[in-house]
């Protein structure tokens, strides 16, 4: 059964500081994985994809990373801003099923 | 990208009455959409999944007498979370995906229903 863990659960960081999100999985064969961002009382919005063929994608100071060996994959903010508060999701496509299994999440607050 | 709306955002209601959520896709086919329900400060736990035309089926825990999905076209799935009670009080949220999507899916911006 796969698994995703996100850690660390909570983040506070002062503004302009650059940050990690981790994301672990238990079962590399996957068919995709999605960061997604979601503000308090809200729906989810999509930031990057990555393909299971792939290893990063970027969105302006977004980066993630993907290591399907190892099960993992981060997510990089440079330059963080007030604006970028809110909790930050991944999920795991195990098949062409498009069933998305989610981490619990890290909730970010960015101090200005 | 691609759009996805809820109806209503907000529902408080009696326990025992039923109440039907709306999905709607407002700019693609959606051949397929997920139900998902979230906990305050938990992720999101994906409940069904429903074809355009065909019985949704359900993730494992989840009563299918209870939370009732109807997904009778490719831009309109609906639940009905029925004789709710306060347990049942939680955020909704749907997603659809199409052919065109390539694997992602587009989530509405959810319902918080309260049973009070």
């Known amino acids: 059964k796969q698994e995703v863990t996100q850690i660390p659960a909570a983040l506070s960081v002062p503004e302009g500081e650059n940050l990690v999100l981790n994301c672990s999985f238990t079962?590399?064969?996957?068919?995709?994985l999605q960061w997604f961002r979601q503000d308090p009382g809200k729906g989810l919005t999509s930031l990057l994809l990555i393909q299971s063929s792939q290893r990063e994608q970027t969105s302006g100071r977004l980066n993630a990373s993907l290591d399907k060996s190892s099960g993992r994959s981060t997510l990089y903010i440079a330059a963080s801003q007030p604006g970028d508060s809110a909790t930050y999701l991944c999920?795991?496509?195990?098949?062409?099923?498009?069933?998305?299994?989610f981490g619990s999440g890290t909730r970010l607050l960015v101090r200005p | 990208g691609a759009v996805v709306s809820q109806h209503p955002s907000r529902v408080i209601c009696k326990s025992g009455t039923s109440v039907k959520i709306e999905c709607r896709s407002l700019?693609?086919?959606?051949?397929?959409m997920f139900w998902y329900r979230q906990f305050p400060k938990q992720s999101l736990m994906l409940m069904a999944t429903s074809n355009e035309g065909s019985k949704a089926t359900y993730e494992q825990g989840v009563e299918k007498d209870k939370f009732l999905i109807n997904h009778a076209s490719l831009t309109l799935s609906t639940l009905t979370v029925t004789s709710a009670h306060p347990e049942d009080s939680s955020f909704y949220i749907c997603?659809?995906?199409?052919?065109?999507?390539?694997?992602?899916?587009?989530f509405g911006p959810g319902t918080r229903l309260l049973v009070l």
């Open positions: 700019d693609f086919q959606a051949t397929t």
């Open positions: 079962d590399s064969a996957i068919y995709n």
């Open positions: 999920a795991v496509m195990r098949d062409s099923s498009y069933k998305l299994i």
């Open positions: 997603s659809a995906s199409g052919l065109a999507a390539q694997g992602t899916q587009y």
